[in-house]
């Protein structure tokens, strides 16, 4: 599968614990997003990276949250102290240079707090 | 920012009926308006899109027009099939939410009946 890959598809955590996500975007995409969906919602955006620089963040990424992508490829989103609130769909899309046209998402990573 | 707002939140159809979803944005500078198809636990996936340069764009089944005076954007889907059944997620980028990230509406669940 040449897609967008994301690990775990699904996390059960503790409320408090940390936990990471992480996202393998398509090899020729420089710039790489993460969402967040929750349920009956549409996707809201947190972060975008093009290459290794993080060029934009949400409001909706509090402190506890950190993105990285070392060496421009992969990603990993990282939550501290979660909260019940904290759970959702996380999902990763990558695209080409030219802009936000064509982006291809990930199948996600369920969190669930409990 | 930019808001998007899509009506209805559900669809029921009958097999063949057409389908046609709306969603209306805030920012006139918006110029981008993709829509996503998703799948009950899938991942988001492009369907058809937009540029503020065209009025209107055709695939198939599969149609997408846009008002620039009135900020709305429709979905129009012809002789559905019961395979159309899923959440419909309109989008819009540009302006002043920025170019690279999308902001998404609600999502409408069309329901394809046999």
């Known amino acids: 599968d040449t897609g967008v890959s994301q690990d775990p598809r699904h996390k059960i955590t503790k409320r408090g614990q940390n936990v990471t996500f992480r996202c393998d975007p398509i090899?020729?995409?420089?710039?790489l997003y993460w969402y967040r969906q929750t349920l009956g919602q549409g996707p809201e955006f947190l972060t975008y990276?093009?290459?290794?620089?993080?060029?934009?963040k949400s409001r909706l990424l509090s402190d506890r949250f950190s993105a990285e992508r070392p060496k421009g490829s992969f990603s990993t989103l990282e939550i501290q102290r979660t909260e019940q609130g904290d759970s959702a769909m996380y999902l990763c899309?990558?695209?080409?240079?030219?802009?936000?046209?064509?982006?291809?998402f990930g199948s996600g990573t369920r969190l669930t707090v409990v | 920012g930019e808001n998007v707002e899509q009506h209805p939140s559900t669809l029921s159809v009958q097999e063949g009926d057409s389908a046609v979803i709306k969603c209306t944005y805030s920012?006139?500078?918006?110029?981008?308006f993709p829509w996503y198809k998703q799948e009950l636990g899938k991942r988001p996936q492009l369907i058809i899109d937009?540029?503020?340069?065209?009025g209107e764009k055709k695939d198939q089944r599969i149609a997408v027009t846009l008002n620039k005076t009135a900020k709305h954007f429709s979905l129009h889907i012809t002789e559905t099939q019961p395979e159309d059944s899923a959440v419909y997620f309109c989008?819009?980028?540009?302006?002043?939410?920025?170019?690279?990230?999308?902001?998404f509406g609600t999502g409408t669940r069309l329901l394809v009946s046999p």
């Open positions: 899309a990558s695209t080409l240079p030219q802009g936000p046209y064509g982006y291809t």
């Open positions: 090899s020729e995409h420089n710039r």
């Open positions: 990276f093009q290459n290794e620089a993080q060029l934009e």
């Open positions: 920012d006139s500078a918006s110029n981008y």
């Open positions: 937009i540029r503020s340069n065209v």
């Open positions: 989008a819009a980028s540009g302006g002043n939410t920025g170019f690279q990230k999308l902001v």
